[in-house]
C-alpha cells in the first residue's frame, strides 16, 4: 500500500487542480453572463426613456392640436 501512496496523491491532487479550474472556468461565466446582463439593462433602460420622451413629446403634440382648436372653436364663438 506505501507504493500506492505517492501515486494516490498526485491523483488527487490532479483531480483537486481540474476541479479548481472548473471553478474558476465557472466563476468566469458568471462574471460574464452578469455583465451581459447589465449591459442590456442598460440598453433596454435607455431606449426605455427614449421611447418615454417620445410618447411625451408627441403627448404634447396632441394636447396643443386640442388647445388650437378649442381656442378656434372659443374665437368662432362656439
Known amino acids: 500500500m506505501t507504493d500506492m501512496t505517492?501515486?494516490?496523491?498526485?491523483?488527487?491532487?490532479?483531480?483537486?487542480?481540474q476541479m479548481?479550474?472548473?471553478?474558476?472556468?465557472?466563476?468566469?461565466?458568471?462574471?460574464r453572463e452578469k455583465k451581459e446582463f447589465q449591459e442590456k439593462l442598460m440598453r433596454a433602460s435607455a431606449n426605455k426613456?427614449?421611447?418615454?420622451?417620445?410618447?411625451t413629446q408627441v403627448k404634447g403634440t396632441d394636447d396643443a392640436v386640442l388647445r388650437d382648436?378649442?381656442?378656434?372653436?372659443l374665437m368662432a364663438g362656439f
Open 6 to 17: 505517492p501515486m494516490l496523491r498526485s491523483m488527487e491532487d490532479a483531480m483537486k487542480l
Open 20 to 31: 479548481r479550474a472548473k471553478a474558476e472556468r465557472r466563476a468566469e461565466k458568471a462574471a
Open 49 to 55: 426613456i427614449e421611447l418615454d420622451g417620445k410618447a
Open 69 to 73: 382648436q378649442l381656442m378656434g372653436m
